[in-house]
């Protein structure tokens, strides 16, 4: 009898113990397949952003061509072409941002990114094809561009001022480039009331250097005190040590511009002659 119980012990034993292990197979698999679906969400995710930069980038192609014909059917007036080429430009930028963002993501994904790959490849295509297309449109107009009215200028004025205050850092760039190439293109026009946006983003540690480079040489080129003395202060105390080089370099040409026509104004006349 004892036997007998211990035999039926032990199958019962046996009998647990493999309902414990296909309980543990059960657990595993379904664990498995969520994250095999979690995966494949995160892919499926992923292929959308790229499709919605994909949107982005006809509809840049479309503001572009509205923005030539904005110029053509003004006759010239530049200002409306202005400002969407300088969003036109902002939204490039943006869309970079989002496609090294994709790229990040893809690499850390632990699934199949193989189609996602090629797809982030394309798009960095139709990005740089974009690109391209901005810049020939952009010199286009800068060949045809008349002379600017006074009334044209200070919307531009206007509106660069509004794009070095703003808080979205695309819009900031873009302001700063072009104040940097309307004051070359203007140089003897008055730029005073961007004097202060263009301090402000080149004190500003937080901005990206890629905004404060233009802003700054924007600002040397207009040969304001206060700008150069702005200039100065960066060069010693900014935490970007590369921005602090730029700066320090334009505030040596600013010194040594000064110091030639100090010389210049204090160099004596030239001895005249006197009959006798």
Known sequence: MKNLLLAVSMCAALLVGG???????????????KELDESNQRLDDMMKSVDDVYGDLESIHTKES???????RTGGEFSTADERLDNIRAELKENRRKIAQLETRAHSSRGNTAELQNGIKRLKGRLDERDRSLTQLEERMRRSRPAMSEVQFERRIKSLAKGLNSTTKAEQRSAAEAALELKQAYPDRNYAALIIPLMRVV?????????RMPAAQAL????SDRGDYAIDGVSRYSNDREFRRYCTKLAAQRAEENDLARMEREKPEPATLTER
């Open 203 to 211: 004190k500003n540690d937080d901005a990206e250097r890629a905004t």
């Open 66 to 72: 509205e923005a030539l014909r904005d110029a053509e």
């Open 19 to 33: 309902c414990g292990k296909e309980d543990e197979k059960d657990k595993e698999i379904a664990r498995l397949q």
């Open 220 to 223: 040397h080129l207009m040969h």
